[in-house]
């Protein structure tokens, strides 16, 4: 069975600064990854996902994610963050021999001005 | 187009009554999904279907039916509600997981309150 796990509640950063939001995953076969962000008060909204090819996948709002096989990984990063960057991110992943999309429990994103 | 549509946006219930919660798409989608999200548990698959007449279990299935008679509708009915059942159930759609257009599309949610 497919698991994902975002190991921070909460990430804090600066306006203009790099940020980081972390994903682990496991699976018995191969990874299909994907991350979506939530605003308050709405649904979840695509970013970006990971089939097969290049390990630095970009995706929407600037944000990119390096999908990391060794150390089972798919952090989301942006080079310089926006305060409107401010939001829920989740992690999610499905094993490509089964059809559940499993989510992590997410990351709360704050960006600081 | 619409998107995935869901109805009601907000409803409560008491305890042991039982209800259906609509979710439409009209991207001509064939997978389609329920996911219940709870603070502190992020979001936890309830029942999924990849096609019309197919629906599977997921991660948190005990109290909640589906089934999927056309490709657009997918109903998640609550058989008698339990307080454990408040929560915000989210609708979601995509092509099927082997297509490499697969992208989940949500919608907006419906808020369940069971006193």
């Known amino acids: 069975a497919q698991s994902v796990a975002q190991p921070e509640d909460q990430v804090n950063v600066a306006e203009g600064n790099p940020l980081t939001v972390k994903c682990t995953y496991s699976?018995?076969?191969?990874?299909?990854l994907f991350w979506y962000v939530q605003y308050p008060n709405r649904g979840l909204q695509f970013l970006l996902k990971?089939?097969?090819?290049?390990?630095l996948v970009k995706g929407s709002y600037g944000f990119e994610a390096e999908f990391n096989k060794s150390q089972t990984s798919f952090h989301l990063k942006k080079p310089s963050a926006l305060v409107s960057d401010s939001a829920l991110y989740f992690c999610?992943?499905?094993?490509?021999?089964?059809?559940?999309?499993?989510f992590g429990k997410g990351t709360r994103l704050h960006i600081l001005p | 187009n619409a998107g995935v549509t869901q109805t009601p946006k907000f409803q409560v219930l008491k305890t042991g009554q039982s209800m259906t919660l609509q979710c439409a798409q009209d991207m001509n989608h064939e997978y389609m999904s329920w996911y219940r999200q709870d603070p502190g548990m992020g979001l936890r698959l309830i029942h999924y279907?990849?096609?019309?007449?197919?629906?599977d279990q997921g991660e948190v299935p005990n109290g909640y039916n589906v089934s999927r008679s056309t490709t657009e509708d997918f109903p998640l009915r609550l058989l008698s509600a339990a307080p454990s059942q408040t929560s915000v159930y989210f609708c979601?759609?995509?092509?099927?997981?082997?297509?490499?257009?697969?992208?989940?599309?949500f919608g907006p949610g419906t808020r369940l309150l069971v006193l």
């Open positions: 979601a759609s995509s092509f099927h997981p082997l297509d490499s257009r697969e992208t989940q599309y």
């Open positions: 999610a992943v499905r094993d490509d021999g089964d059809d559940k999309i499993i």
């Open positions: 279907s990849v096609g019309a007449g197919i629906t």
């Open positions: 699976v018995s076969g191969n990874p299909y």
């Open positions: 990971y089939i097969t090819g290049d390990n």
